[in-house]
């Protein structure tokens, strides 16, 4: 992953859609510091014979939003509230976003899915 945002939150934002964590479906999370740490790592991967994924923009957007209505339906004091289940109230609004949020990150992982060739 190319930064500790990504790395703090891909792995808690894919088994809220998923159901199952990261490293079950052989996904292993690495926080490479940036750009340019990201693709010296993908070239060493590609060199080993691995495969090698890139989320794009879209997905990482969407992990974000998720991330902070997340953050937001926690300090608000949603979770666990009955309001969450008031339509209009801001607890709703945020459980409903986190809720279609998780499959639209499903979606963009999906088309977003990007697989480099890269040369040594």
Same mark, same amino acid.
């Given at each position: 992953?190319?930064?500790?945002?990504?790395?703090?939150?891909?792995?808690?934002?894919?088994?809220?859609a998923f159901g199952y964590p990261l490293q079950s479906a052989g996904i292993a999370p690495?926080?490479?510091?940036?750009?340019? %740490?990201?693709?010296?790592?993908?070239?060493?991967?590609?060199e080993h014979r691995r495969t090698?994924?890139?989320l794009v923009p879209r997905t990482m957007d969407q992990i974000r939003k998720m991330t902070r209505t997340s953050d937001g339906y926690v300090n608000? %004091?949603?979770?666990g509230s009955g309001e969450a289940r008031l339509d209009g109230s801001p607890c709703f609004s945020d459980a409903?976003? &986190?809720?279609?949020?998780?499959?639209i990150i499903g979606m963009?992982?999906?088309?977003?899915? &990007?697989?480099?060739?890269?040369? %040594?």
């Amino acid at each position: 992953m190319e930064g500790p945002t990504e790395y703090a939150a891909l792995p808690l934002l894919f088994k809220r859609a998923f159901g199952y964590p990261l490293q079950s479906a052989g996904i292993a999370p690495w926080n490479c510091r940036g750009n340019d %740490g990201a693709l010296s790592f993908a070239k060493f991967l590609k060199e080993h014979r691995r495969t090698v994924v890139f989320l794009v923009p879209r997905t990482m957007d969407q992990i974000r939003k998720m991330t902070r209505t997340s953050d937001g339906y926690v300090n608000a %004091g949603c979770q666990g509230s009955g309001e969450a289940r008031l339509d209009g109230s801001p607890c709703f609004s945020d459980a409903s976003t &986190i809720m279609v949020g998780a499959s639209i990150i499903g979606m963009n992982l999906q088309t977003d899915e &990007i697989r480099y060739k890269l040369d %040594g």
